[in-house]
């Protein structure tokens, strides 16, 4: 079974978006209801929760059954799905820091890996995500200078979408994309 994916600067960059966004987005709606798709370790259901978000109103799941155990460990809602496939009802704010790295011979897990090109994952959540978003709803989605664009780019177009945030790391760029 896979090892969970230990938070890294990726996650952190979510964070900062959660605690600068969720305050003002429960000032418009203080019953919130929230999906991290990936939630790995918990650290940002923890996050949400922190910032404002009610435990109840938590929702998350992984593929890896041993994030879920932790998850659930946690308190936290979580169940195991691959993406949406276990997913019932809507939401205010769908969040994913997904596998979004080309795979290659050292790096087939799903919790870096997001399919041969990088962008197989990404395109099926894009793909799935609008059914499960509330009408008003948001999604935070994270992406990297090493995640293939050209057709997430093109799915993108199915929502209002811009760039909320960016960070230049030594190695790569990482983007957090608000969707809507
Ligand atoms: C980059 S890690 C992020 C983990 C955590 N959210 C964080 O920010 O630290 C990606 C997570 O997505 C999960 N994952 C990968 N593909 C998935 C899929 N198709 N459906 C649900 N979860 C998936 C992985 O198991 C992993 O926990």
């Known amino acids: 079974m896979s090892e969970i994916y230990s938070p890294d600067e990726d996650s952190f960059l979510m964070s900062d978006i959660l605690k600068k966004e969720i305050p003002k987005l429960l000032k418009k709606n203080s019953d919130l209801k929230f999906l991290e798709i990936g939630s790995g370790s ?28 932790l ?4 308190g936290f809602n979580c169940i195991k799905s691959d ?17 979004y790295l080309p795979e290659n011979k050292f790096d087939k897990e799903r919790d870096t890996s997001g ?4 962008d197989e994952t990404i395109l099926e959540f894009l793909k799935q995500a609008k059914k499960y978003l509330c009408k008003k709803g948001k ?14 780019r093109k799915e993108m177009k199915n929502y209002k979408h811009k760039i909320l945030v960016r960070k230049k790391l030594f190695y790569e760029e990482l983007f957090v994309w608000e969707l809507m």
């Not at 998850?71 to 946690?74: D, M, N, R, T």
């Not at 399919?115 to 990088?118: A, E, S």
């Open 71 to 74: 998850c659930k460990s946690l």
């Open 83 to 99: 993406l949406f496939e276990n997913i019932k009802g809507k939401f205010d704010l769908i969040i994913f820091n997904p596998p």
């Open 42 to 69: 918990g650290v940002n259901l923890k996050i949400a929760n922190e910032s404002g978000i009610k435990k109840k109103n938590i929702f998350s799941c992984d593929v890896n059954q041993r994030a879920v155990k």
């Open 139 to 152: 999604i935070f989605l994270l992406t990297s200078s090493f995640t293939p664009m050209s057709r997430i």
């Open 115 to 118: 399919g041969k090109k990088g």
